[in-house]
């Protein structure tokens, strides 16, 4: 019985309710179905009552959890689903069919609504380069969003890649897909209707590959990883560009009732799922499902996870309809089964009655486990803001990079900063991506926003990826809210009302209380800022037991969020403009640490910091930078992130396609607004330096014409703040004004020069950081 | 009367609704071709192959689709001298048909890329792009199989027959002598590696796509 038990994943006390629900021990293909049903992939059952806390109502919302995607209304006519989902263990065992599947499952959720996928994203995290399998992974991971996105024709606009050691024996493979409803088009849902219909197989045959895939998902990673090749599915993205095609035309045609794809635990979760939110019953013939090998057992065909297959319902009138369009676009349509009047899936072989049981017992009553938790303490706070300066001032001090001759040690740290893995272009990923398919892309993923136009209403659409990995090393609870905030604000700086969200919440083992407790924190802090923000959470996906012997990954809940923009023209640019625009920084401090520097620099120690994100005051930038943000005379918005100010400043001249614009900037006034602001009494040769690096968030860089100099500019921003309901005096709020753009030379000071830099020399690093950290890749 | 173009469709295509958006904005009416029809070329003032994986991919880039009903239709329309484009997937379809000479291989970097590259005009074509030779226009590119071939011979004859349309400046794949797109002998047929339907508009990085359609009438 162990044995069968540990076969089937599932526990003793979970046995015990089996039998208790059906009234007597479970038989045959049953324990298949429970083992499938009630993993923790397709149970949520570790997750469950906590995800429940999101904030997900919001008057813009259609469809939220529970449907394969999430829609929201834009106005207009049009509609949005989107959902990003996880393929962190495939992509391990087979980085290239792990990742290429992880996209092709992601587009079915979108598609399958109706919705036509017009954007892809991948949140990726890696361990140390050329240490291991790394290479090999982050080249078959990318090779295979790359194979599988650009074929089926869906642009993939952006992106976030991270290392760290704790992804070493368990990478990261997030990809999140955005899909457009024109005016007119339907939204369908997956639930079963209509006695008497009939149930269809779409697409590609059933065969052996991801049988016991969702459980596999469900547990963490022993050293014989390897061995769980077999449960890796192989994708195709030919025939998916098929399903896209042809799934779409039978859908606007109107012929289709529901319509699931077969994503985890296949057959079985979208057969049980459609019943059991139709209530109402299905009677499946398993000997007619299509098949590559017909030694398939019935247990493989329920577990299967073989890639690009559907699941649809139609009434009866519309078969010859419907099979005609699928039989155009090259597909078969297999009518495997129908709706019945009962409450029991029925699955036959033949005249044979193999299973009949209720799907409520496999859905709703799966269990749902309130793990115990660690309740959350801040961690890694220093006393006070002249603490923080103090600590980044020593971590300077003591391993701050070596100056070559003529030059600082301040100029070395950011060309340093330039060219770690951490740091440099992400160029190489992006360029074998088709960023422009479809001919929506207006801002592709050089920045950290992509713009896609609608075209139906001429307006832009802002899509961007969000988490810090290292925040969430440092406080989860910081980290998570950061993961909300941070790509809200960039939205807003270029013009986006953030609309809604989704995520992927990657963690480790949930059975161990200190996992458990960073994951109900994250979920209550992102819940916290979602409402203030009013972005709601309309689909996501949990990621549990990310372990690999013993080692959990930092705790990463990623998160994708949507933002619209009322015109299409005037977006801020990312980097510098013009030579001569004014430099600006808002300044809204709320949390001081050293951030990713600061942990880069602590070798092994986390970042350390002071204060907490307000999501009231994060909600006024927000409010303030859609304003600027529209502003005519502003012309380069960018949020400091990583690194801090002096490598954003860096990447505003970096990025810039031609020429070489560089900036001289001084940070005297910043430095006095920051005493004033911490009450430190540092001197400022001191808070200088570690302002280059250490992080405050949250700071944005903006630039405008030359002519809006300090005077108006001030007077501008405090009619804006009134506008806002706010005041110079009142708000915590602070624009200074750092500079101007200028050709080819970077320079920093204070009362003394800080940095001097050619931007062809930090670019040229900067680009070819990549190559150097990854020699051995073509 | 606008000028009706056929935008011919095969499984797996992906830029058709692209290229059928930027005919359209060029004041054009496309019509689509199906992989399994039969048209009359006379119907149309010009034929347009669009960008994207047909077939996947699978066995040689436009192998598949060069061999399908519709080829035969294109076939006659060359003959009859329509002009007809081919772009990227298009421009393998046409070489895969050898209604245009040469190959295209996998990049010389094994991966695919995605970028904007600028194009230098070698020879105008009377149906096409009619700027004058050594003009440049700035198109994005996205290939995995953008790398033109042809011997020595071959391009020699293509040389020296003015067959040569387009040629990077800074080639992104590493085709032979730099081209980027090429014509059959009677400059009717060509084909390009860009995308000029994906720079059609200032909002999408540029315009320089526009004069690809503005020749047809």
């Known amino acids: ?778 | 009367m606008s000028a009706r173009v056929g935008v011919v469709r095969f499984l797996g295509t992906n830029c058709d609704r692209d290229l059928w958006q930027a005919a359209e904005g060029a004041g054009l009416k496309p019509e689509w071709l199906w992989y399994e029809d039969n048209f009359e070329p006379m119907d149309y003032a010009a034929l347009l192959i669009p960008g994207g994986f047909s077939y996947g991919d699978y066995l040689r880039c436009g192998a598949l689709a060069a061999r399908t009903p519709v080829m035969k239709s294109v076939r006659k329309a060359a003959q009859q001298g329509v002009p007809i484009l081919g772009i990227c997937n298009g421009f393998q379809v046409l070489c895969e048909a050898e209604l245009l000479p040469g190959a295209l291989l996998p990049n010389q970097s094994g991966r695919f890329v995605d970028a904007w590259v600028e194009l230098k005009l070698e020879n105008s074509k009377d149906s096409w792009a009619s700027g004058r030779p050594g003009s440049s226009v700035y198109l994005p590119v996205a290939h995995g199989d953008g790398r033109y071939h042809i011997n020595e011979e071959g391009l020699k004859a293509i040389e020296d027959r003015g067959q040569i349309w387009w040629r990077y400046s800074k080639n992104p794949n590493g085709s032979v002598a730099d081209i980027a797109g090429v014509s059959d002998p009677s400059g009717k047929v060509v084909g390009l590696m860009p995308h000029p339907e994906r720079a059609v508009a200032e909002w999408m990085g540029g315009q320089d796509g526009l004069q690809f359609f503005k020749e047809i009438s």
């Not at chain 1, 295979?144 to 024709?153: A, D, H, K, Q, T």
């Open chain 1, 1 to 778: 019985m162990d044995k069968k038990l540990a076969h089937y994943r599932l526990s003793e006390a979970e046995y015990d309710k089996i039998c208790e629900l059906l009234g007597r021990p479970p038989r045959g293909l049953e324990w298949a179905l429970f083992s499938a049903l009630w993993s923790e992939h397709c149970s949520y059952k570790s997750s469950r009552r906590h995800l429940k806390k999101f904030y997900s109502q919001s008057q813009r919302v259609l469809e939220s959890f529970g449907e394969n995607a999430g829609v929201i209304d834009l106005g207009e006519g049009e509609r949005l689903a989107f959902k990003m989902e996880s393929h962190n263990h495939p992509s391990y065992i087979e980085p290239y069919q792990g990742a290429a599947t992880g996209v092709g499952g992601i587009l079915r959720d979108i598609f399958t609504m109706g919705a036509r996928p017009i954007a892809l994203a991948d949140f990726l995290c890696f361990g140390e380069p050329n240490k291991g399998p790394m290479n090999h992974l982050v080249d078959g991971v990318v090779r295979g969003i790359s194979g599988y996105g650009n074929c089926v024709g869906v642009p993939t606009v952006t992106g976030q890649t991270e290392f760290h050691p704790s992804y070493q024996g368990n990478i990261l493979v997030n990809a999140m897909a955005v899909g457009l409803f024109s005016p007119g088009d339907p939204v369908v849902t997956s639930k079963a209707q209509g006695p008497g219909n009939v149930v269809v197989y779409v697409g590609a045959k059933t065969g052996r590959d991801g049988v016991h895939g969702a459980s596999m998902a469900s547990e963490s990673f022993a050293e014989d990883s390897a061995s769980k090749r077999p449960t890796v599915q192989i994708g195709d993205p030919f025939y998916e560009k098929l399903l896209i095609e042809s799934c779409l035309e039978v859908i606007g045609k109107g012929l289709v009732v529901a319509i699931q794809d077969m994503g985890a635990a296949g057959l079985t979760s979208s057969s049980f799922e459609m019943a059991a939110k139709g209530a109402v019953g299905l009677r499946l013939f398993l000997d007619r499902v299509p098949l590559r090998d017909s030694s398939i057992t019935p247990e493989e065909i329920l577990l299967s996870e073989s890639q690009e297959r559907m699941l649809l319902i139609a009434t009866p009138d519309n078969l010859p309809d419907l099979k005609e369009v699928f039989w155009r676009w090259g597909l078969e349509a297999e009518v495997i089964g129908e709706v019945t009047e009962g409450k029991e899936v029925e699955l036959f072989w033949g005249l044979e009655k193999l299973v009949s049981i209720d799907p409520l017992l496999l859905t709703e009553n799966a269990p749902n486990y309130d793990r115990p938790y660690e309740v959350w303490r801040d961690k890694n706070r220093l006393g006070s803001p002249a603490e923080v300066v103090a600590q980044v001032q020593e971590l300077g001090q003591a391993h701050m990079a070596r100056p070559s001759e003529g030059a600082n040690s301040v100029l070395a740290e950011l060309e340093a900063l330039l060219a770690s893995v951490e740091g440099c272009s992400r160029q190489w990923i992006y360029q074998q991506y088709d960023q422009r398919v479809g001919a929506r892309t207006m801002v592709d993923a050089s920045g950290p926003v992509a713009a896609l136009r609608l075209a139906d209403s001429e307006r832009a659409l802002g899509v961007t990826l969000g988490l810090r990995p290292y925040l969430m090393r440092f406080d989860a609870r910081q980290g998570a809210m950061d993961a909300v905030a941070f790509p809200a604000l960039e939205l807003a700086a270029k013009g986006f009302q953030p609309l809604a969200m989704t995520d992927c919440l990657n963690f480790g083992n949930p059975e161990k209380p200190e996992i458990m407790g960073e994951f109900v924190a994250s979920i209550e802090a992102m819940s916290e800022i979602c409402k203030e923000l009013d972005v709601p959470v309309i689909s996501g996906n949990v990621s549990f037991y990310n372990e690999t012997q013993g080692v959990n990954i930092t705790s990463t809940p990623t998160t994708g969020l949507v933002g619209l923009r009322k015109n299409l023209r005037g977006i801020p640019k990312d980097s510098f403009v013009n030579s001569g625009d004014q430099i600006y920084l808002l300044h809204s401090p709320m949390l001081l640490c050293t951030g990713q520097w600061g942990e880069m620099k602590g070798s092994g120690r986390v970042a350390q910091g002071h204060g907490e994100i307000h999501p009231g005051q994060v909600s006024e930038l927000l409010k303030i930078l859609l304003k600027l943000s529209h502003h005519s005379e502003v012309t380069a918005t960018r949020m400091v992130g990583k690194m801090g100010l002096a490598y954003s400043l860096a990447r505003m001249a970096v990025e810039r396609p031609d020429g070489e614009l560089g900036a001289q900037v001084s940070l005297e006034p910043l430095g006095s607004e920051i005493r004033k602001a911490y009450g430190t009494e540092q001197t400022s040769e001191l808070i200088s330096s570690s302002l280059l690096f250490h992080e405050t968030l949250y700071q944005v860089l903006l630039t405008t014409s030359e002519q809006v100099g300090p005077e108006i500019m001030m007077q501008e921003f405090a009619e804006l703040l009134n506008a806002c309901g706010l005041s110079l005096e009142s708000s915590n709020l602070k624009l200074v004004h750092l500079g101007q753009v200028q050709a080819e030379r970077m320079i920093i000071s204070d009362q003394s020069l800080l940095l001097e830099a050619k931007v062809g020399e930090l670019k040229k690093l900067w680009q070819e950081g990549w190559r150097k950290h990854f020699a051995t890749m073509a």
